[in-house]
């Protein structure tokens, strides 16, 4: 078996097409290639700016995801808080948020562990970006 490529020092094999995907639902995939009917749309100048995702949302979304692939014991659930696109801060709430879980899904189910990881990531993310954001550089 041939290792990953590498790129930076993070593996790109195992990551790769779920973090492609994730980039890909959190950005939005626009597809310039005129409505239903096949006409064109509007010139880029005349559409309405993309919108943005706030700080914590995002935070919440990329915990939220990778707390199920943890819990799920999926083959990405091994990775380092870089190769899933977390900030150190993230990946504390991420270990917070998947330990809360696991507890979580013995005592009343899986159904009860997805509903505690959305609750948990919504508020911690929300906690750490109430005044605007982690301090001391992007990686935090």
Do not use: F, N
Request: hydrophobic residues 35%.
């Amino acid at each position: 078996m041939r290792p990953s490529p590498r790129r930076y020092g993070v593996p790109l094999g195992p990551a790769l097409p779920y973090t492609l995907t994730l980039a890909a639902v959190l950005t939005g995939c626009a597809d310039d290639r005129g409505d239903a009917d096949g006409r064109p749309t509007a010139p880029a100048a005349s559409r309405p700016a993309p919108r943005t995702t706030a700080a914590g949302d995002l935070c919440a979304r990329l915990v939220t995801h990778w707390a199920r692939v943890v819990l799920d014991g999926g083959a990405q659930a091994g990775l380092d808080y870089q190769a899933m696109g977390l900030s150190g801060g993230q990946y504390d709430i991420l270990r917070a948020v998947v330990d809360a879980a696991r507890a979580e899904e013995k005592a009343h189910g899986p159904a009860a562990a997805g509903r505690l990881i959305v609750q948990q990531a919504d508020r911690r993310c929300a906690d750490r970006h109430r005044d605007g954001g982690p301090t001391g550089g992007p990686w935090q």
